[in-house]
């Protein structure tokens, strides 16, 4: 049985994926369901899937385009489905970002960090644009991130994303690991770097926010 934090992420992942479909479709009318998958970054047969579910709620209408073709345009009350699931996103992306803050003050300030220190950001996910938030109220400019695997001119925020096995440790004064529930192999990468207990730091170590 999942636990409530797990169910939530579930929920929370299902509906961004269906602001990001509605999204796709206002923005591309003429996109494939083929290209529509890509965008979004799911399957092909989930998007099949999410797009009928959409239909029948009423919120995207069907076009026959050719006998092979069809596409996708949002119904009013698809804009408006969508402009109401953006607020929601919106809120909650404000409610964690007040939550990392209030974990980046407790966790930070007894670390002595200042605008001088150096710290990584291990990952690019939405944890870690709140932390780089974070970091740059606590008026830290110099910052680096890395992830577990990363393709040559990835950026991530406007910063290049670089291979974590490249991490010099010693260059840093805090590595932030922002997965939030980062397995062995992840932790692993840090360690066979040579990245100090006392270098690291978790957030949400028990996974809740």
Do not use: C
Not at 2 to 24: H, K, P
Not at 63 to 79: H, I
Not at 109 to 123: C, D, F, H, K, Q
């Amino acid at each position: 049985m999942r636990s409530q934090y797990e169910q939530q992420e579930a929920a929370d992942a299902s509906t961004n994926r269906e602001l990001q479909l509605l999204t796709q479709v206002n923005e591309n009318p003429d996109a494939t369901q083929r290209q529509l998958a890509t965008r979004v970054g799911i399957a092909l047969g989930l998007t099949n899937l999410l797009l009928r579910n959409l239909v029948k709620k009423g919120y995207i209408k069907v076009n026959q385009a050719s006998w092979k073709r069809r596409l996708y345009t949002l119904t009013p009350d698809g804009f408006s489905r969508r402009i109401h699931l953006m607020v929601r996103y919106v809120h909650r992306i404000l409610g964690e970002y007040q939550g990392v803050r209030q974990t980046l003050t407790e966790q930070l300030a007894p670390l002595a960090l200042n605008e001088e220190s150096r710290v990584a950001i291990y990952g690019t996910g939405e944890l870690a644009e709140l932390v780089y938030l974070g970091l740059k109220e606590l008026s830290i400019e110099e910052i680096d991130v890395f992830d577990f695997k990363s393709a040559d001119g990835r950026r991530f925020l406007g910063l290049p994303v670089r291979d974590i096995e490249s991490i010099q440790s010693s260059l840093y004064d805090r590595v932030m690991v922002t997965y939030l529930e980062p397995s062995t192999m992840v932790m692993s990468k840090v360690e066979d770097r040579g990245v100090s207990s006392d270098q690291l730091v978790v957030f949400f170590p028990d996974g809740n926010k």
